[in-house]
């Protein structure tokens, strides 16, 4: 199974908006509605901020917010905030029952 | 409050087994519902799934891992484990061993760096 595909990079300036594509097959983000998001800071374990495509967890800010349209998946950050800068994953559940993460991509708050 | 705590050598040498083991705490592993997963995260790289067990005892592997991992359970004292065939200096990784729940990982261990080397 091949690593979901996200961009390395996004950036943007504090109170705007980002979007963090995830682009996958029919066999896993296009087959079921089960992308999770993970922000990962230096240093620390992962932290999941979204699951199956847009529900976030208890605690976690609703300036996240997760879809979907057909292979891509899409983690949107509104109002941008410093503490956001971190590394980002998507992940797929998939057809053969096992799971895939994406690339990553460093998010960095200019 | 479930917390997760992985253990084990950091150091294997190359053709040798990796062997993890992660305790769970806050909770019974037997509880059902969850799958206990292993992911593991190459220096300055993304992460990689490895595999879990389900709470039904079913395994699920990595394919290109398959042939090499092992993950089991142990209820007796809470605890999860992984075995890793042999390793290479490409298997040098943070390991985080994980509680999943409906496709995500919730719980997070703080994860262990496994160096490969002679």
């Known amino acids: 199974q091949s690593a979901l595909t996200q961009p390395a990079s996004v950036s943007g300036s504090p109170g705007q908006s980002i979007t963090i594509s995830c682009t996958g097959t029919?066999?896993?983000?296009?087959?079921?509605?089960?992308v999770s998001w993970y922000q990962q800071h230096p240093g620390k374990a992962p932290k999941l901020m979204i699951y199956e495509v847009s529900n976030r967890p208890s605690g976690v800010p609703d300036r996240f917010s997760g879809s979907k349209s057909g292979n891509t998946a899409s983690l949107t950050i509104s109002g941008l905030q410093a503490e956001d800068e971190a590394d980002y994953y998507c992940s797929s559940y998939t057809s053969s029952s096992t799971y895939v993460f994406g690339t990553g991509t460093k998010v960095t708050v200019l | 409050q479930v917390q997760l705590q992985e253990s084990g050598p950091g150091l294997v040498k190359p053709s040798q087994t990796l062997s993890l083991t992660c305790t769970v705490s806050?909770?019974?592993?037997?509880?059902?519902?969850?799958?206990w997963t292993w992911i593991r995260q190459h220096p300055g790289k993304g992460l990689e799934w490895i595999g879990y067990?389900?709470?039904?005892?079913?395994?699920y592997y990595n394919p290109s891992l398959k042939s090499r991992v092992t993950i089991s359970v142990d209820t007796s004292k809470n605890q999860f484990s992984l075995k890793l065939s042999s390793v290479t200096a490409a298997d040098t990784a943070m390991y985080y061993c994980?509680?999943?729940?409906?496709?995500?990982?919730?719980?997070w261990g703080q994860g262990t760096l496994v160096t490969v080397s002679s």
């Open positions: 806050g909770g019974s592993i037997s509880s059902g519902g969850y799958s």
């Open positions: 067990i389900s709470y039904s005892g079913s395994t």
């Open positions: 994980a509680r999943a729940m409906a496709t995500s990982v919730w719980y």
């Open positions: 029919s066999s896993d983000v296009g087959a079921y509605n089960y």
